[in-house]
């Protein structure tokens, strides 16, 4: 059975997963790059961070983006949500209040999964390197899309 996620089902699925495909644009065509995410059901944003470079340079100058989240259990067994939406940099104390979120709601993500409790972003993230400058972002979601096939 193939059928439409609602928008429940969809926010679910970005709730209890925490890596997804960031999709935004650079010289016209489309690059796409596994992140680290946390969904914020109360604000409806994406929340996650990078080092200053491509990447941020080219959301910088296009705001749109898209973010894809899957669980793939087989070809006839999965679910997939995409988000279009708007890239937003966040800077000084909002910037490090909302990666203290991240850094919880992630954490949280893993122990309900995992049943495991990591410590540090560095253990479920990309490590923030305190000589190179992070960028926290949000994406703000303008539409919110999914799928699920299941054969069971």
Excluded at 58 to 64: F, G, I
Excluded at 105 to 132: C, L, M, Q, R, W
């Amino acid at each position: 059975m193939r059928r439409t996620l609602n928008e429940q089902e969809c926010k679910t699925l970005l709730e209890q997963n925490y890596i997804g495909r960031l999709a935004y644009i650079s010289g016209g065509y489309p690059h796409i790059v596994p992140i680290t995410y946390f969904y914020d059901s109360e604000t409806n944003t994406i929340t996650s961070y990078a080092s200053e470079g491509h990447k941020i340079q080219e959301m910088r100058k296009n705001t749109a983006v898209s973010l894809a989240v899957d669980e793939i259990s087989s070809i006839s067994n999965w679910k997939s949500v995409l988000i279009q939406g708007t890239f937003e940099e966040l800077s000084r104390i909002d910037a490090k209040h909302i990666l203290h979120e991240f850094s919880e709601g992630v954490k949280k993500v893993i122990a309900e999964n995992n049943n495991e409790h990591p410590k540090y972003i560095s253990e479920f993230s990309a490590k923030i390197d305190t000589e190179e400058v992070s960028v926290v972002f949000r994406i703000h979601i303008n539409q919110l899309v999914g799928k699920l096939r299941d054969n069971n």
